[in-house]
Each structure stands twice: as C-alpha cells, then as structure tokens.
C-alpha cells in the first residue's frame, strides 16, 4: 500500500472551506483531470498522465471525521481510497488534510506506471486543489 498526504492551513471559515470541497465537481476539476462527472455518489474522472489515460469511477464512502471520503469502483488500482478531512487552526483558519491510499493492479498498469509516478501525480492533484481552496479565501 501507497500513501500520499498532503495538508495545508486555508484562511476561511470551516463551514465555507467544507462546503466548498463539498461542491465535488469544481473541486475535483481544480486538481487538474480532463473531465469530472459527478452524479450522487458517484464521480467519474478521466485524467491523461504522459500518454496514458486513466479513467476512474470512484465512490463517495463514510468515513469517521471525514469532509469527503471516496474509493475507487473501477480503474487501475488494486485498492485506492482518499480521505479529507479539516481541523480549527485558530486565528488562521482551518488546517486541510488529504490522504489517499493505494495499491497498483500491476497486471492493468504494469511497466507503463509505476507508484513513483502515481505519487508524484497524486500529490500535484492534493496541492491544486488546496491552491484552489486558498483562491477562495484569499
């Protein structure tokens, strides 16, 4: 298993800053993937890394603390799971956490992508959107 955790403090209010990664499609279109398409609990995603184009179905989960929670339904994982989550950070805001948690399906992925790649990917995506968050509040 692959971890990628990424945090950030943003200068908004809770329930705005929740709110706005609540509003999954924007949200999800601001870590940069080709297309976003929501539809009650499920989000489709269609990102191109390199020459590859990865399509994902994921599906919003409950999770304890948790602003948004999702799995992969299909795609290329074996497993993959991001969880956000926000905590008061005083006069300066709220402070924003992202881990997402994975294991490749070699067999779909194999020598094209590796877990280097998809952490380096990952992480770009986590900090776009919490660029995007600070763009709100800013």
């Known amino acids: 298993m692959e971890t990628v955790s990424v945090s950030r403090t ?18 999800m279109l601001s870590a940069g993937f080709d297309e976003v398409t929501v539809d009650g609990d499920e989000i489709h ?17 409950e999770e304890p603390d948790a602003v948004l929670a999702y799995e992969q339904a299909e795609g290329i994982f074996e497993s993959m ?7 008061d950070a005083g006069e300066a805001g709220v402070r ?3 881990e997402t948690d994975f294991s490749l ?23 776009a959107q919490f660029d995007h968050l600070e763009s709100l509040f800013a």
Do not use: C, M
């Open 10 to 27: 943003i200068s908004g209010p809770e329930s705005a800053v929740r709110d706005a990664i609540l509003d999954v499609e924007p949200f």
């Open 45 to 61: 995603l269609v990102n191109r890394v390199g020459i590859a184009q990865l399509e994902l179905a994921l599906r919003r989960i």
């Open 81 to 87: 799971r991001t969880v956000y989550r926000i905590e």
């Open 96 to 98: 924003v956490e992202a």
């Open 105 to 127: 399906d070699v067999a779909l992925v194999g020598d094209l992508l590796d877990a280097t790649v998809i952490k380096r990917q990952r992480r770009r995506e986590l900090d």
